[in-house]
């Protein structure tokens, strides 16, 4: 069983910057791809940024050029570096890695941005 964890998560004023983590039960590079996710009260979880195993990266429209996804293979871990940050990015922000056919979530971490 796959376990990723959220953490970095928290209160932040528009214009600052946060750095999400996602720590993963096993060898991130096992996976086909990981992403972070967003959910906002009464809408659809959306796609922020992905990875893919080779390393290729894609971000919504809306964060390009302000959100940088990383990842650290020694620490298994999965980060979404958050800068230049607008209310609109309140947000619950979810971990997402995917095998094959198979999608694992973390428990997700809230993430509000004061105007």
């Known amino acids: 069983q796959v376990q990723l964890v959220e953490s970095g998560g928290g209160l932040v004023q528009a214009g600052g910057s946060l750095r999400l983590s996602c720590a993963a039960s096993r060898n991130i590079f096992s996976f086909n791809a990981m992403g972070w996710y967003q959910q906002a009260p009464g809408k659809q979880r959306e796609l922020v940024a992905s990875?893919?195993?080779?390393?290729?990266?894609n971000y919504a429209d809306s964060v390009k050029g302000r959100f940088t996804i990383s990842r650290d293979s020694a620490k298994n871990t999965l980060y979404l570096q958050m800068n230049s940050l607008k209310p609109d990015d309140t947000s619950v922000y979810y971990c997402?890695?995917?095998?094959?056919?198979?999608?694992?979530w973390g428990q997700g971490t809230e993430v509000t941005v004061s105007s």
């Open positions: 990875i893919s195993k080779g390393g290729f990266t």
């Open positions: 997402n890695a995917r095998y094959i056919s198979t999608a694992y």
